[in-house]
């Protein structure tokens, strides 16, 4: 899609306050119902077992939660971004975790205390029942998932994998599934009942469906995304062009990043989020990477002609989220690439750009950023040198204010590694740069 000049929205809901509504009205609507379920469904068998019935129905609504979250749905992915939905799904995960065991273990001591026995008896006893079986294999997956997504054991996984073993998340959700369809107290309790659930688990399997796969397929089908052409920026950047057919029909917009494949020349699992680095134009995308794995390093190996499948885009780094007339873009190194896009697509208001390189020659696309902003009128502060240097931290409140006193009156972008961005945010909280005009995005599938 050709490039669309930016929005200023001022005085009105913002684009993530809408989404963040809708999705909270979503939950508090089920957990309406799902209460007033359980209410009409009337006690289980013991006391016990009616708590567990209780975390059970809950358990069902954050699986469907959980779906949701990486449906990497349009609509929420441009307001919120798919940093802060894998965020958001993964602590809903956690929740997850501990409301399928807890509802286990009340199931097994519910059971254990009508029979008058124990619960290793009793838990030998329930797995040799179907629906229950189910369950047990369900929660056992869940654990698993939940174990390798503790930060001290993920880091230590590559992450072809984690992913691998995490989508295993999606034959537990199956086995749930069966296990609540074989629960008549729940699934089947009244007409109403059973229309509510089949409809929740088709919506949320559909949206995934739809969103991981069918779309995916569907656009790679349509568009034909082939490369054009390989440009070597520096020793260790490369841009990648990339064509198509009907490509001012691609939902993108500058800022946005897509998950790039290449087959023939990686493997398929092998998949990079790379940001478009030039704005979307109708004929072509371009993607600016640095080599910093043997997947993004072989880039600049890629024979034109050859297929490439790209997912996307996705992303709320956009100026979708401008509130106020002026920006402030901050970059580090090749974070630039989303900021270089965004300056095409500025064509009113006053801009600046801080681009933060260790040197002058790391500073990747910096001749077009120049070029830009050139005809923009707008200005570059180039801040170069090693971190940890002598002198004030180019990112400190007081640097801030000395590059751009008006920081307070602009909406501010940034992109750059974890360390810089941190630092950034920190800065601009002290600063008390207001938070709805701040905007940083993390750029990544885990």
Known sequence: MVAESQTVRTGTVRPVDAARWAMWTFVLVNVAVIEALFISAGSGKNDVLTVAKFFGLHAALLIMMQLLLVARLPWLDRRIGMDRLTVWHRWVGFTLLWTVLTHATLVVLGYATLDDTSMAKTFVALSGVPASLLGMLAAAVIVVIATISVRMVRRRLPYEVWHGLHLLLYVALGLAFVHQLQETTTFTS????????????????????????????????????????????????????????????????????????????????????????????????????????????????????????????????????????????????????????????????????????????????????????????????????????????????????????????RDVYVCGPPAMTAAVLAGLRELRVPARQVHAERFGLA
Not at 226 to 248: F, I, K, N, Q, W
Not at 324 to 342: D, E, F, N, Q
């Open 190 to 409: 009244s007409a109403f009942a059973t229309a509510y659930w089949w409809f929740l688990w088709l919506f949320a399997f559909g949206a995934l469906l739809t969103g991981r796969l069918v779309t995916p397929l569907w656009r790679n089908a349509y568009h034909r995304f082939s490369v054009a052409a390989v440009v070597p920026e520096s020793h260790d950047v490369v841009s990648v062009y990339v064509t198509g057919r009907h490509l001012d029909k691609l939902p993108a917009r500058a800022g946005q990043f897509c998950i790039w494949r290449f087959p023939g020349h990686n493997h398929w699992w092998l998949a990079n989020p790379f940001s478009l680095s030039a704005a979307p134009d109708g004929r072509g995308l371009r993607l600016t990477a640095k080599a910093v794995g043997s997947a993004s390093a072989g880039l600049r190996d890629l024979p034109v002609g050859s297929r490439a499948f790209v997912e996307g885009p996705y992303g709320a780094f956009t100026s979708l989220h401008r509130t106020r007339p002026g920006a402030l873009l901050i970059a580090g190194g090749v974070g630039i690439t989303p900021v270089r896009a965004m300056l095409e697509e500025q064509v009113s208001g006053d801009v600046v750009v801080l681009y933060r390189v260790r040197t002058e020659a790391d500073a990747v696309l910096l001749n077009e950023v120049r070029r830009l902003l050139a005809v923009r009128g707008g200005r570059l502060h180039l801040l170069t040198g090693r971190t940890g240097e002598a002198g004030t931290p180019p990112f400190a409140p007081s640097s801030l204010h000395q590059l751009v006193p008006d920081i307070t009156a």
